[in-house]
């Protein structure tokens, strides 16, 4: 089992930065593939980037650039750097993870949910 628990979520202004946190329970963490996915009211959850253990990342098309995710095995800890928010990243952030090597794309492919940081971009 593995409890995930974000923060760092906020109100910025266009063009503004923040960076979102995920804190894992667990004695393994580097064994899971942890990710960030993002949900717009009225929209399905999108993927927005994923860290691999061994650190090979991947980024959806639109975020490549701006985002940015890192892990820090020794704290147990995930994290999303957002720069130049645009009003559209407006979502609900959460992150996941799943045991094993591969990397998805998909929340079908991740077992574990936070419940979610709340970004809201003002333009």
């Known amino acids: 089992q593995v409890q995930l628990v974000e923060s760092g979520g906020g109100l910025v202004q266009a063009g503004g930065s923040l960076r979102l946190s995920c804190a894992a329970s667990g004695r393994t963490f580097n064994d899971y593939v942890m990710a960030w996915f993002r949900q717009a009211p009225g929209k399905e959850r999108e993927f927005v980037a994923g860290i691999t253990g061994g650190i090979t990342t991947r980024y959806a098309d639109s975020m490549k650039g701006r985002f940015a995710i890192s892990r820090d095995n020794a704290k147990n800890t995930v994290y999303l750097q957002m720069i130049s928010l645009k009003a559209e990243d407006t979502a609900v952030y959460s992150c996941?993870?799943?045991?094993?090597?591969?990397?998805?794309?998909?929340?079908?492919?991740?077992?574990?949910w936070g419940q979610g940081t709340q970004v809201t971009v003002s333009s």
């Open positions: 996941a993870a799943r045991g094993g090597l591969v990397l998805q794309t998909t929340p079908a492919g991740y077992d574990y």
